[in-house]
């Protein structure tokens, strides 16, 4: 089978397409041409896929990205088994090709309530926008196949959908955490409680914990980051492949999920969460009630208030002067990861289904 994967918003290196998907299908012997915004991400194609770069779509820049994959769609119609796409604009890119392969929409989140998100988006356009969102997932559902990131998604579809879990890789075996670093991995920005990050690290310097922030982020947060850093107060390492990115959780003292009260968190398992579960390392998470329910199920970290800084460092220490507490914390959450959040339990499912969809036997 060969598959052609699109996104123009995510950075080609995303763990969910790159790391999770498209390996799955490589590992079950697929072909892979994968079309993504290498070049203004600054990246270049992993060898075991074909690489076609795509322009970038971002803020209110994206209809030169849409117009460039719905060429290359066009283009790659009888070349291809079935196609993948991640982004909601691709929809665009897509519609009324004819003589097309099967398309496939992986659903990443509550595209809706994701608007609310979005500084670059004036408020007077975000109902209008919303319902244009509703209405094309109703449209894509009638003549696309639909995978969903999320079970909590599936309300907003008529029809059932295959759920794909945003798991992980667990190691066959993790280091015990540490005592003196604290890390978050993820994209950054004051939703997802980046200000709150940075005051956690200026209140637990004098207690000699380092606070590393491992991802990319966006245009507002990084003047914040960036006078961090120069002042010493953190260590952030921008963006970084998730392959490299897992390995600087090992050995940490916790993992941090700060998460704001936002429609489109409420419903979402931050993968960050299962990420510091698979490396042995205990979770430091805002009350999200998907991460409440995985905290509390395998007894794997502690919940603190939402916007508390204060709260999140007396967490940190709580960790930090009880070993006994956090080797047990973090070793439960492994556990429970290795057990029911491991990818590959999940992604013969994945490549079974697009196989069927396609036409094609295993």
């Known amino acids: 089978?060969?598959?052609?994967?699109?996104?123009?918003?995510?950075?080609?290196?995303?763990?969910?397409?790159?790391?999770?998907?498209?390996?799955?299908?490589?590992?079950?012997?697929?072909?892979?041409?994968?079309?993504?915004?290498?070049t203004a991400r600054g990246v270049v194609p992993r060898s075991w896929v074909t690489g076609v770069d795509l322009p970038r779509a971002a803020e209110r820049r994206r209809l030169a990205a849409v117009r460039a994959a719905r060429k290359l769609f066009k283009s790659m119609r009888g070349k291809v088994d079935l196609a993948l796409i991640h982004d909601p604009e691709l929809?665009?890119?897509?519609?009324?090709?004819?003589?097309?392969?099967?398309?496939?929409?992986d659903v990443h989140e509550d595209t809706p309530a994701t608007l609310s998100l979005k500084p670059w988006l004036p408020a007077f356009l975000r109902p209008p926008m919303r319902f244009l969102a509703r209405l094309l997932e109703t449209t894509a559902e009638r003549r696309l196949h639909l995978l969903?990131?999320?079970?909590?998604?599936?309300?907003?579809?008529?029809?059932?959908?295959?759920?794909?879990p945003n798991e992980t890789w667990v190691p066959d075996?993790?280091?015990?955490?540490g005592d003196d670093r604290v890390v978050y991995l993820g994209w950054?920005?004051?939703?997802?409680?980046?200000?709150?990050?940075?005051?956690?690290?200026?209140?637990?310097?004098?207690h000699r914990v380092a606070v590393e922030l491992i991802g990319y982020a966006d245009p507002q947060s990084r003047p914040l980051l960036n006078e961090a850093v120069a002042e010493g107060v953190?260590?952030?390492?921008?963006?970084?492949?998730n392959d490299e990115a897992l390995k600087r959780l090992d050995g940490a003292l916790a993992g941090l999920s700060?998460?704001?009260d936002e429609p489109n968190y409420r419903h979402s398992m931050p993968t960050k969460i299962v990420e510091y579960m698979a490396h042995g390392i205990p979770v430091i998470t805002t009350p999200s009630p998907r991460a409440v329910e995985l905290v509390e199920r395998y007894q794997c970290g502690l919940v603190v208030p939402w916007q508390d800084p204060q709260a999140v460092a007396r967490a940190v220490l709580q960790l930090r002067d009880n070993p006994f507490e956090r080797i047990g914390t973090g070793g439960r959450g492994y556990a429970a990861a290795r057990a029911n959040h491991h990818w590959p339990n999940s992604a013969r499912r994945f490549v079974t289904q697009l196989e069927a969809w396609a036409g094609v036997k295993s």
């Open 258 to 260: 700060l998460l704001h």
């Open 91 to 105: 929809l665009f890119a897509v519609a009324g090709v004819r003589g097309r392969p099967p398309v496939v929409w």
């Open 148 to 164: 969903l990131a999320e079970a909590a998604y599936a309300g907003r579809f008529k029809q059932q959908h295959l759920v794909v």
């Open 188 to 206: 950054l920005s004051e939703a997802r409680g980046v200000q709150e990050a940075v005051e956690v690290a200026r209140l637990l310097q004098p």
């Open 1 to 38: 089978m060969h598959v052609l994967v699109m996104t123009v918003v995510h950075h080609p290196e995303d763990a969910r397409i790159l790391h999770r998907q498209i390996r799955a299908l490589v590992d079950a012997g697929h072909e892979v041409t994968y079309a993504a915004p290498y």
């Open 234 to 241: 953190l260590e952030w390492r921008d963006f970084m492949p």
């Open 173 to 177: 075996r993790v280091s015990q955490p």
